[in-house]
């Protein structure tokens, strides 16, 4: 049952977030992670068809994250949004840049908290409280669904404006994931500040490069 880990939390005076990530596995552009803090009486007042859209922000339409962003506006107790750059990703590796989108993330917050609820089954080495991790937690907690959409909104938000810089790469439309048409627009025009150069093919193509240089 969906929210059941929560209430059992709160039972116990636990004072708790959730927290995701989204973009983990682009090809271009920063990883996004939120933290969330919910007011669970203000769920349980949400008719049954607007709760049911707080949750995994891919199974979601666009159309949809914009119905529910003015919702969770609401039932917030507060949240807060963080991201690695692409080059923090080719430094530090994915895993631990997530980690870092989630540190900044949760240090927006401005109340103490004791308890994250955290998607997966990978705790986060460097915060300050109880971790419970919860394979599929996004379809089991609204906290960690709300940091889904949140996360997933602003840096869809981001991926658009690198549209206007790069629109030969279709940002817009695939948001950094490796589609067909991004591939296509890599072999032909080549790999942008944005483009993570760790991440194969793109690391392939930075080798040939370097071969042609040094050759």
Known sequence: MKGLIEKNSLKKDRRLIGVDEVGRGCL????????????????????????????????????????????????????????????EIESLGIVPATFLAMKRAYLKLTEPYDLLLIDGNQKHPDMPMEQLTIVGGDALCYAIAAASILAKEARDAVMREAHHLYPEYGFADHVGYGTKGHLQALSIHGITPLHRRTFAPIRNMVAIELELVEG
């Not at 803090?37 to 949809?64: C, N």
Request: aromatic share 8%; with cysteine.
């Open 28 to 87: 271009a552009g920063p990883v996004y992670a939120a933290v969330a803090a919910l007011d669970y009486y203000k769920i349980d007042d949400l008719d049954e068809g607007t709760r049911d859209l707080i949750r995994d922000s891919k199974k979601l339409t666009s159309k949809q994250r914009q119905k529910i962003l003015p919702v969770l506006d609401d039932v917030c107790v507060e949240f807060g949004i963080g991201y690695a750059t692409a080059r």
